[in-house]
């Protein structure tokens, strides 16, 4: 799809005007950070804010009303915005009759902009139908924007808040990653089992990998030239080679009936990897070289979704669904530390730390 179709995604009133209505009358109070503080941000899919939580205090400090239905969330490089993804599309799992439920409404579809400082939400950008989740170029100036129900990914300019272009891609995308030289944005595909390559520059299909069952979530090691998937359904890893896009292995993490691996973080690059297990409960830490499982950080909450780790690879968190909390896990000891009961459906979360 073109240019075309960005003049007609541009004008989101319904959404800026509803959002808006919700931060000026229902958001909490927002509470200033103190300098050096750090904070996580929890898209709540179901209360539609984004819940801010002091992680040292191990509270909500406060709430941004959002929009409709919050889920994939990504601070800007400089840490002074917060983009999230919303939709009008119901939700509907694996499995749901979606002819049962009611119609989406696309006024409500677009990418929430936060500032940082001021706490409020300041602007929502055109995104594409159905937007899920996204990635930004690392020098923050294109976001790449997977929209799960028309199969297609979309290019945002961040400068403009417009849509460059959106083209097809497989099934149901979700998971999006940009290569570090920001030529390449992967994005997987739930229903096609299969990654897909893009040029960054010409938005052109370059090549399909293919996973294993329902690839969610992905990660891009720092040291190596390997990218890694979760592939829900098949419980597994499916890894890549970045250069030649071939796959090289897939990991198996457990009983497929049980096990439904998400989101996926690293600390160092790629040398450790941890995997959420949804309804399985755990935080798995991965081995990648040798493909097996180092350990099983156990009873972590209510299908762990979302995971974000601490830059110093101490501390993980996550974000557990239907659980309405989000988990502080110390990984040295492999316990949970505590667990921020946010309310509603944690989906995403992310971590901001102060510059050094």
Not at 234 to 258: C, F, H, M, N, R
Request: glycine share 10%; charged share 20%.
């Amino acid at each position: 799809m073109s240019e075309a179709l960005s003049g007609a995604w541009r004008p989101l009133g319904a959404a800026a005007a509803l959002a808006a209505s919700y931060v000026l009358g229902q958001a909490a109070p927002a509470a200033e950070a103190p300098a050096g503080a750090a904070r996580l941000y929890v898209s709540d899919e179901w209360g539609g804010d984004v819940v801010i939580v002091d992680p040292q205090q191990a509270r909500v400090v406060a709430r941004i009303a959002v929009g409709k239905r919050p889920r994939g969330i990504v601070i800007s490089p400089e840490r002074t915005r917060l983009y999230v993804a919303l939709t009008g599309s119901p939700a509907a799992g694996p499995g749901v009759d979606e002819s049962k439920l009611p119609p989406p409404d696309h006024r409500y579809d677009g990418i929430g902009v936060i500032d940082l400082k001021s706490q409020r939400l300041i602007d929502t950008y055109p995104s594409g139908i159905d937007p899920e989740t996204f990635a930004l170029s690392h020098d923050g100036k294109v976001l790449y924007v997977s929209n799960e129900d028309s199969g297609q990914l979309s290019a945002l300019d961040i400068g403009k808040g417009s849509l460059r272009i959106t083209v097809p891609v497989g099934t149901e995308p979700e998971g999006v990653a940009v290569s570090p030289d920001n030529r390449i944005v992967y994005v997987t595909c739930e229903t096609s089992n299969a990654v897909y390559v893009v040029d960054a520059r010409s938005m052109k299909v370059l090549a399909q990998i293919p996973t294993q069952k329902r690839p969610r979530a992905i990660y891009l090691a720092h040291r190596v030239h390997r990218g890694y998937v979760t592939d829900e359904f098949s419980a597994a890893l499916t890894v890549w080679d970045t250069q030649d896009y071939q796959v090289v292995k897939t990991i198996e993490l457990g009983d497929p009936k049980v096990v439904r691996p998400m989101g996926i973080a690293s600390p160092d690059g790629g040398r450790r990897l941890y995997v959420t297990t949804g309804r399985f409960g755990a935080l798995l830490e991965v081995d990648p070289e040798s493909g097996r499982i180092v350990r099983s950080i156990d009873k972590v909450g209510v299908r762990p979704w979302g995971v974000a780790l601490s830059p110093d690879g101490s501390t993980a968190y996550t974000a557990n669904g239907p659980g309405g909390d989000v988990s502080i896990v110390d990984l040295k000891s492999g316990r949970v530390r505590t667990r921020v009961k946010v309310g509603g459906s944690p989906w995403g979360v992310v971590l901001a730390v102060p510059a050094p």
